[in-house]
């Protein structure tokens, strides 16, 4: 059983940022692929960025949080941290931390929903204009 319990989320100005966290406890074993998800009302659930938790591979990150987003991890506290500057009011929807092991993943699988077996509550974020 493994718990993913996201923190952070809230209601901010376009322009300003955000930090979210994913407290993964139980039983996940690395190496593993964490990853943020969003979805607004209406829309798809979209992959935001992805770390690979084995090491030797740079996070990734959707088109559209390029340069904007910093994904980082906090071994220690087996922590995923998801950075958000720049925030715009497209950036709005509810984040949700996600996790799978046990898998090889090609780029575009890394952020494809389908693909992650764990899932955390979720966060809301607010971008107002």
């Known amino acids: 059983q493994v718990q993913l319990v996201e923190s952070g989320g809230g209601s901010v100005q376009a322009g300003g940022s955000l930090r979210l966290s994913c407290a993964a406890s139980?039983?996940?074993?690395?190496?593993?692929?964490m990853a943020w998800f969003r979805q607004a009302p209406g829309k798809e659930r979209e992959g935001v960025a992805t770390l690979y938790t084995g090491g030797g591979v740079s996070p990734l990150y959707t088109d559209s949080v390029k340069g904007r987003f910093t994904l980082s991890q906090d071994d220690a506290k087996n922590t995923l941290n998801l950075q958000m500057n720049s925030l715009k009011p497209e950036d709005t929807a509810m984040y949700y931390c996600a996790a799978v092991t046990g898998l090889t993943m090609t780029r575009i699988q890394a952020l494809d929903a389908r693909m992650y077996k764990h899932w955390g509550q979720g966060t809301q974020v607010t971008v107002s204009s």
């Open positions: 139980g039983d996940i074993y690395r190496p593993s692929y």
